[in-house]
């Protein structure tokens, strides 16, 4: 009987995930749909009913900590809201989220794709013969490019490129450079949550030059927390560590290229260019090794079974923001705290420093984001959007580096066999502190030189 609910679960998210391809393909929005494409109208609202029915049989299966935070969302929506949504309202959210819904199913795909590159296996010896001294460098670089393009699969590689008797204080160096670097790789990657959700409340121009300024804060992290966490840092060794990663830069920069020239060519936002183009690049996989579609179909179906709360999670997240938003409850909310345009560099500050310091008590940071995002935008602040993205995503990453309760921490803890406790209270607690409020003034100093 589970078998059958899950494999119905399945085929639901699958059809939403089809449907939110129609809606992105055929450009219509949440609430013009009928009247800008009625011919496609009818599979995007199945999607809608797919995902309710997606829902519906998932809610038995959460995660507790997954109920936590749906109820604290839940809370938020009802605090925040002056009324229940009518089936209008609920349809136009639906259809609103239906997007999300596809993006995480895609990133299974792409996670379970790039496991079988020939490339990222080279990658992964490559790394296996790093010295211990070079450890802490490598698998942070490493982590960062992996991680730009599949998120926390990244953890999962590189566990796997290290040595079988590594002992328990090079596993815990690795576990903590590896979590450094994919959750950094937030700052600059279209291929995060992070950034799906940010650009529902900056916009899309304002978005991608969050991208290109989160390029260079991950470098700049880089170049600080690289010699900083490894007192045997030489050049010597970053060279070596960067021939490790050259089978796939040149893969990681075509992937790139293709999402962004596709969001410029066909005015997609990057949440749909990366829904759209993924599943084209992973076909063209396909045909180049044809006896690797079974494998990853079915590692893509079983990933998908498990990412069932993470979905939840986001997609009820963007509802409320939806909902809020159209009902102008931010705005009531931004007025009530302060009278008048809030300062920017208080705005640039307290996002990526407040949702670090919320992930230590178990906050997520999808909730804290949202929250902090809905006050700080729509020129409640006196920001300039992209810089307040970039804070954002900051924040984001060093929330996601700073909580127990994070899946990232959960998942490199456990692939990496070191405890949760000792991955976070480590020196990556100090890590997230600091680049957070460093994050956050520097950004800060950008925005008054640009006002």
Not at 229 to 243: I, K
Request: aromatic letters at 10%; glycine letters at 8%.
């Amino acid at each position: 009987m589970t078998f059958s609910i899950s494999n119905i679960r399945l085929s639901f998210l699958c059809i939403a995930w089809v449907a939110a391809l129609v809606q992105v393909l055929s450009g219509s929005s949440s609430t013009n749909a009928e009247a800008a494409n009625f011919s496609n109208i009818g599979v995007i609202n199945l999607g809608v009913f797919a995902f309710a029915g997606f829902t519906i049989l998932t809610f038995n299966q959460l995660r507790r900590e997954s109920i936590c935070i749906l109820a604290l969302l839940i809370f938020v929506c009802w605090a925040l809201l002056d009324h229940f949504p009518d089936k209008r309202e609920w349809l136009e959210g639906g259809r609103y989220v239906l997007i999300f819904t596809a993006l995480l199913p895609t990133m299974a795909l792409v996670r379970a794709t790039a496991s079988r590159m020939p490339s990222v296996h080279r990658t992964q010896e490559s790394l296996a013969q790093l010295p211990a001294s070079a450890t802490s460098g490598g698998f942070h670089l490493a982590a960062n490019v992996f991680g730009g393009v599949i998120n926390t699969g990244a953890l999962a590689l590189l566990s796997a490129a290290l040595p079988k008797k590594a002992d328990k204080t090079r596993r815990k160096i690795a576990a903590e450079a590896a979590l450094r670097g994919m959750v950094t790789a937030a700052a600059w990657s279209p291929f995060f949550i992070a950034f799906a959700i940010g650009q529902g409340f900056v916009g899309k121009q304002d978005s991608w030059k969050a991208i290109a300024i989160g390029g260079v804060t991950a470098i700049l992290f880089a170049a600080v927390s690289l010699p900083l966490f490894n007192r045997s840092f030489s050049f010597a060794q970053l060279r070596l560590t960067l021939s490790c990663l050259k089978p796939i830069l040149l893969r990681l920069l075509i992937v790139l290229g293709v999402v962004l020239l596709s969001a410029f060519v066909f005015n997609f936002t990057a949440l749909s260019a990366v829904v759209v183009m993924m599943p084209i690049l992973v076909a063209v996989q396909f045909i180049r090794y044809p006896a690797q579609i079974r494998p990853i179909i079915a590692e893509t179906a079983t990933n998908m079974r498990t990412i069932a709360d993470d979905i939840l999670i986001i997609s009820m997240a963007m509802l409320i923001g939806y909902f809020a938003t159209r009902t102008g409850a931010f705005t009531a909310l931004s007025s009530s705290l302060y009278n008048g345009t809030i300062p920017g560099w208080f705005a640039l500050i307290a996002t990526p420093l407040g949702m670090m310091l919320a992930s230590i008590f178990g906050v997520h940071p999808v909730i804290s984001s949202t929250v902090f995002l809905a006050v700080f935008s729509s020129g409640h602040a006196n920001v300039h959007p992209a810089l307040l993205m970039q804070a954002h995503l900051i924040g984001w990453g060093a929330g996601t580096m700073s909580s127990v309760a994070s899946l990232s921490v959960i998942m490199g803890a456990s692939l990496f066999r070191v405890r949760s406790r000792d991955l976070v209270l480590g020196v990556n607690l100090f890590a997230a502190f600091f680049y957070s409020l460093l994050g956050g003034i520097a950004l800060s100093f950008i925005n008054i030189l640009i006002a």
